[in-house]
């Protein structure tokens, strides 16, 4: 019979090659690491990982992933309840963030429309977004979500959904990215940023 | 203040990214899946973490990964204990085995002299190679330390090392690989194709 790991061994591979991203291969070298070079990290990464599974849910009113019983966003009586930020995943929560460029709130769709997916908008997060809009009288909604087919798609959809509620609906800007260089840009991208030109 | 990550999100984001071949942005995004989309696995993920680190140990005799007192390979008694390969890493075992060209047994250094990196032959697993090879009569020790400057260096060393010993000392074959093109092949690996042809 042919070599073969120990079975406990080919079980860490075979848990760490679901991961995205992850092939049999690099499983195969993260699990060697793992059990050799970095002996304490793994018990430090399985703790790690149970004590998030454990603490982290997503937060009821936006769907940010937290600690609390709110996330620090809605916990936070600074910001602005009457602007919403609706945005396809948490990650992009700390993008935005990051540009401090938004003193609202957000809304986590978790995923986009996408028919070629088999995923409709009763997959997505919109339980208590009406709701939501209606009770903090918000008075614009950003669509945040990516500059996809799909995140277009939603942002239509949502923003054709929305627009009864007497809300302004608004997109985020396309156009040349900043550094950006016109020698590499596309197409699509120069001709939005075209359209798009604002008088200096 | 800026928006910070629940401290256990931003524990296990940490502890993801100081895995080889993962940087930020890609533990950010393993941790956003194994809290969001997979919530299961990262619990079974911890536990196949927890039960390798308790169960999985170098093979006392060659170095090999094992869950046992001795590796399959060393515990087989099918195989031939006259003929030693010495290996750089364990993955590089499944790789030779998979060849299906070798009945010997193994022997794993966890690593390649590298003065660069501060790797001196004392950092290899050399401790019991040459008992090893009086004790089981030992008659020829493949070297297959990957074809690198490194591994190529470790070669020669471990070479000159044993040779007193008595044995036979050989080296993997340089050359094309199967399926590879005479187009795309390096200088280096061509001069060695040639020079190590073989009348047909």
């Keep these: 019979m042919a070599y073969q790991y120990p079975p406990t061994l080919?079980?860490?591979?075979?848990?760490?090659?679901?991961?995205?991203?992850?092939?049999?291969?690099?499983?195969?070298?993260?699990a060697f690491f793992l059990l050799t070079e970095k002996r304490q990290a793994s018990g430090e990464l399985a703790?790690?990982?149970?004590?998030?599974?454990?603490?982290?849910?997503?937060?009821?009113?936006?769907?940010?992933?937290?600690?609390?019983?709110?996330c620090a966003i809605c916990a936070d009586g600074n910001r602005d309840r009457g602007l919403l930020c609706i945005v396809e995943s948490v990650s992009d929560i700390l993008s935005l963030e990051r540009s401090q460029g938004f003193s609202g709130v957000y809304h986590v769709l978790g995923g986009v429309i996408s028919p070629l997916d088999g995923v409709g908008p009763e997959k997505l997060n919109l339980t208590g977004l009406e709701a939501?809009?209606?009770?903090?009288?918000?008075?614009?909604?950003?669509?945040?979500?990516?500059?996809?087919?799909?995140?277009e798609a939603t942002a239509l959809y949502l923003a054709k959904k929305l627009k009864p509620l007497g809300v302004k609906v608004s997109r985020l800007a396309h156009g040349m990215p900043v550094g950006g260089n016109l020698t590499y840009a596309d197409e699509a991208t120069l001709s939005l940023a075209l359209s798009g030109r604002k008088e200096l």
Tied chains: 1, 2.
Excluded: F, W, Y
Excluded at 132 to 151: C, K
């Design 10 to 30: 080919a079980k860490l591979i075979n848990e760490l090659s679901r991961l995205p991203g992850l092939g049999p291969k690099a499983a195969q070298r993260l």
């Design 132 to 151: 939501r809009i209606r009770e903090n009288h918000v008075t614009e909604v950003i669509m945040a979500t990516n500059p996809t087919v799909e995140g």
């Design 47 to 70: 703790r790690a990982l149970l004590e998030a599974e454990s603490r982290i849910h997503p937060c009821p009113i936006c769907g940010n992933l937290t600690d609390s019983e709110r």
